[in-house]
């Protein structure tokens, strides 16, 4: 005997609602086969879930557009942060600028080693030290490093920032979007689970092939297992 199975995706679902709200619109009262206080519940679900699928979709649009802008941003401020702090280990080699100059920049443990630049915390937290501490240096009468000058790396790093906070906006609102959809599809499976056992039960006289049948036009989907699909 074929199991009944509910909507797997959104679409199905949909699918599903329609074909509920479709035979209210064309049979009578006497003749739908589940209670009609579920018609204005299963049409507000519809426009629930529709609005939601389209907040969730214009929300994964953002942030992949957001994030297709803010990738350059990263490469190109940790390319500088980079360069920067290489130029000033260099000239530090060079007796250019004292070793004790790093700990304007919070370099002083690292010796000529870079600091991890790998994650973008990495670079939002380290772009601030040697931004702060260049610019510290200098009302301290120290010599501009350059190639690149600290200028330079705030035009690229104030662009990274405002690309990260922008990106960790986007991923909460398609959090948000995401988590909205769960909890609707949730409402819509009970009321579809409600709504077809009412109709199973109106059918419930008739033979099992006729009763599946009619229980389809409501959108109820039957799935035959392998050795029933052999047998017929």
């Known amino acids: ?22 035979m209210a619109g064309i049979a009578g009262l006497e003749q739908l086969a589940f209670p009609a206080g579920h018609i204005h519940t299963l049409r507000n679900i519809i ?14 649009r953002n942030q992949v557009g957001i994030n297709r802008e803010y990738q350059p941003k990263l490469i190109k401020t940790r390319l500088y942060l980079s360069h920067f702090i290489q130029v000033l280990n260099l000239a530090i080699i060079r007796e250019e600028i004292p070793e004790s100059a790093r ?12 600091p991890d630049l790998k994650s973008d915390t990495d670079i939002l937290e380290w772009g601030k030290h040697i931004i ?20 330079r790396v705030k035009v690229w790093y104030d662009q990274f920032r405002d690309g990260y906070y922008n990106q960790q906006t986007s ?3 398609s959090a948000r979007a995401n988590q909205k959809m769960v909890e609707i599809r ?7 689970a409600t709504v077809w056992d009412e109709v199973e039960k109106f059918y419930g006289n008739y033979p099992e092939a006729e009763r599946r049948k009619m229980a389809e036009e409501y959108g109820v989907v039957y799935v035959f297992r392998k050795t029933e699909k052999e047998d017929l």
Request: with cysteine.
């Open 186 to 192: 949730k409402e819509v499976d009970t009321l579809l």
């Open 1 to 22: 005997m074929p199991y009944r199975r509910l909507p797997t995706t959104d679409v199905a679902r949909l699918k599903a609602l329609h074909a509920c709200t479709h």
């Open 47 to 60: 426009n629930k879930l529709e609005g939601a699928k389209h907040q969730q979709n214009q929300a994964k």
């Open 103 to 114: 700990s304007f920049y919070g370099l002083e443990t690292y010796g000529n080693r870079l």
């Open 171 to 173: 991923q909460k609102t």
């Open 132 to 151: 702060d501490g260049e610019n510290q240096r200098l009302k301290k009468g120290g010599i501009p490093i350059m190639t690149p000058n600290v200028a």
